[in-house]
């Protein structure tokens, strides 16, 4: 590990602690040339598979693309953001163990979508309005009554 500071490489690890969900350890380090401190954090590195996007372009999975749009649908609802982080770990736990090494963006949009409707109505329709491009009313008015058809059978 390089030091932040100076550069040297050589450092002694002072502090070791696994984070609140023990997915991550934190490590405070000293640095042996200038005696600095600083801290890392080391999480396993997980083989998730490459996204197909709508247009046929390849990416890495990203994990804060699902956080960001959870956020969005739930901006200014009563959802911490530990459920939003929680649903995200989730998702992308589910995405790794599907073992496969390509997966469409539009499972993972499924997948968002169904979280949402189990956490906030509300922000299942926002997520919804832009996930699923309604050309108009009918269409939003359609999912609409279904949604509301599913809490019936609740």
Do not use: H, W
């Amino acid at each position: 590990m390089r030091c932040p500071f100076c550069s040297a490489i050589e450092d002694k690890v002072v502090d070791t602690r696994p984070s609140d969900n023990e997915q991550v350890i934190r490590r405070r380090r000293e640095c042996a040339a200038c005696s600095r401190r600083f801290t890392t954090y080391e999480r396993v590195d997980e083989v998730l598979p490459l996204v197909i996007k709508k247009d046929g372009r390849r990416e890495s999975f990203d994990r804060a693309k699902v956080l960001s749009g959870l956020k969005k649908a739930c901006s200014k609802r009563p959802v911490p953001v530990e459920v939003l982080e929680a649903t995200a770990d989730k998702i992308e736990r589910a995405m790794e163990e599907g073992g496969e090494k390509e997966i469409p963006s539009s499972r993972i949009g499924d997948a968002i979508m169904s979280a949402l409707r189990d956490i906030d109505e509300v922000a299942y329709v926002r997520f919804a309005s832009v996930y699923r491009s309604f050309r108009d009313v009918n269409e939003l008015m359609s999912e609409l009554q279904s949604l509301v058809d599913n809490r019936g059978r609740k």
